[in-house]
């Protein structure tokens, strides 16, 4: 008897078991169907051996759809991660153009900015510079004349002085 509910418990002939591990792939399982049985139960113990394969057959196919349907769910699992993993890379990709576009934009517009500046700079220089050109003519023309000016004043003073000196210096003489 006591082989007999060891016999119960061990697979029917051919059946293969395998563990559900993350990094084990799970194959079906394969087994035999059991036998159809007799019409006639000859004992009640065969009975009852029968309604244990029945049960136990039951199990192992209830156990291996139990597998497929985890395979099934890892399998999905695996693919949605791998779609948001591509969606994560696109938005990446995105945002990175985006920046760069932005940032090259920003560069442009700050060169154009810079190159007008420059130029502004360079119409205001020789604006000045004209400017300082004449101021400078002007003065020089201005200081110019104003030399001719007292020069002329200082020889009409010499002059005079030296016509007043002769005329004094001719009383006396005389």
Known sequence: MADQKKGTKKPSAGAEVKSNTKSEEVKPVVEETPKPVEAEAKSPL??????AEK????YMDAERQVAKAYHENELQVAKAYKRAEA??????DAAMAQAMKDRDEALSKALQARENAMRRADEAFKN???????????????????????????????????EQAWQIYSKIAK
């Open 46 to 51: 065969d009975e009852v051996m029968m309604q």
């Open 55 to 58: 049960a136990y057959a039951a």
């Open 87 to 92: 969606q994560a890379q696109r938005s990446y």
């Open 128 to 162: 000045t510079e004209e400017t300082a050109r004449t101021a400078y003519e002007a003065a020089i023309q201005q200081a110019q004349a104003a030399r001719e000016g007292n020069i002329e004043k200082a020889w009409k003073v010499r002059d005079q002085t030296i």
